[in-house]
Nanobody, 122 residues
Framework: QVQVVESGGGLVQAGGSLRLSCAAS????????MGWFRQAPGKEREFVAA????????YYSDSVKGRCTISRDNAKNTGFLQMNSLKPEDTAVYYC???????????????WGQGTQVTVSS
């Protein structure tokens, strides 16, 4: 079992930055791909970014490409999502997930955090 906890959300003005953190329990953090997803009110949960087990492969949605950077520190069981040039449409609850398959699909993830709210004001 892996427990996932996100942090770092908050209220920021458009154009600002936030760094989300994802802390995962367990000794096998390195064995899971990590992904970030978001869900805005009234919308389905959508893919934001993903990183492979070693960190060598990274994937981004078109909506955040060039503005966000995903990273992970396997020694510290922690992952990050650096978000820059934030827009009001980035407002959502952001979820970190860990999965044996990983990738860009929700179905690739086995463990999910409770989410952290990101609100971008115009």
């Amino acid at each position: 079992q892996v427990q996932v906890v996100e942090s770092g959300g908050g209220l920021v003005q458009a154009g600002g930055s936030l760094r989300l953190s994802c802390a995962a329990s367990g000794r096998t953090f390195w064995n899971y791909g990590m992904g970030w997803f978001r869900q805005a009110p009234g919308k389905e949960r959508e893919f934001v970014a993903a990183i492979s087990r070693s960190g060598g492969n990274k994937y981004y949605s078109d909506s955040v490409k060039g503005r966000c950077t995903i990273s992970r520190d396997n020694a510290k069981n922690t992952g990050f999502l650096q978000m820059n040039s934030l827009k009001p449409e980035d407002t959502a609850v952001y979820y970190c997930a860990m999965g044996v398959v990983g990738g860009t699909s929700i179905s690739g993830y086995n463990y999910w955090g409770q989410g952290t709210q990101v609100t971008v004001s115009s």
